[in-house]
């Protein structure tokens, strides 16, 4: 009997500690959604911009960390696939990493991926590419959403476009917010005729700072609000 209470009082406890850290904002359950938690994990790791750890995807959800680990580790075998059961292997993976999970490209895949990144690198970019892509170089290190910010709207598939093609890419990540920095790489200075930054024309002058973009949107949500 005492052992029956005694599980009983950890099990409300562990409860009171996911509800403790459970963001106010969030007022769903996987449940409700079709799929359930696999699902939602996908959803979240789809968009997100750096790796996330099972103690942080947890908390979002309001979860037990131990059920999200084992949901993400079943996730990751249903994509190695399973000829015995007759489910291919996907061209993607969920990858674990220092940092946490995150999806990427299967290493065998490599050849089909530098044959996109190729062709990619010889078209033209966007009008929206370009001005993430200018925004980043005169402003850099930025993260997405100090990007998305002075652009003013969500700017993940450009970044994404600017990747690929190798113009930018990841470098380390913001004190703050933990989101990844991202810098122009050698690749961009290669393809503009730059031997260094500095030989950039003045333009950063006419962009606003990122603190004016934070103070702008937090004036923003006042008057919303």
Not at 113 to 136: M, N, W
Not at 197 to 220: C, G, Y
Request: net charge negative; aromatic share 6%; proline share 5%.
């Amino acid at each position: 009997m005492a052992d029956a209470e005694s599980t009983a009082e950890s099990a409300k406890a562990a409860v009171r500690g996911v509800e403790e850290t459970h963001p106010e904002y969030v007022d769903f359950a996987v449940d409700d959604f079709p799929g359930g938690l696999p699902a939602c994990l996908e959803a979240i790791l789809m968009v997100a911009d750096q790796p996330q750890t099972a103690s942080e995807l947890a908390r979002i959800l309001a979860l037990d960390r131990n059920t999200v680990e084992e949901a993400l580790r079943a996730l990751h075998d249903d994509y190695e696939g399973d000829e015995s059961r007759d489910i291919r292997p996907r061209g993607f993976e969920l990858r674990r990493t220092a940092r946490g999970w995150q999806f990427a490209s299967r290493a065998a895949f490599e050849p089909v991926v530098s044959s996109f990144v190729t062709d990619g690198q010889t078209a033209r970019l966007s009008q929206a590419a370009l001005e993430a892509l200018a925004i980043v170089a005169y402003r850099q290190p930025v993260t997405r959403a100090q990007v998305a910010a002075i652009r003013g709207v969500n700017s993940d598939g450009v970044i994404r476009s600017l990747t690929v093609r190798g113009l930018i890419k990841e470098d380390g990540v913001d004190p703050e917010s933990r989101a990844a920095l991202l810098v122009t790489s050698e690749f961009f200075l290669d393809q503009m005729g730059l031997k260094s930054l500095d030989e950039l024309p003045s333009l950063a002058p006419f962009l606003p700072s990122v603190a004016e973009m934070t103070q702008s949107k937090s004036e923003d949500t006042d008057v919303i609000s």
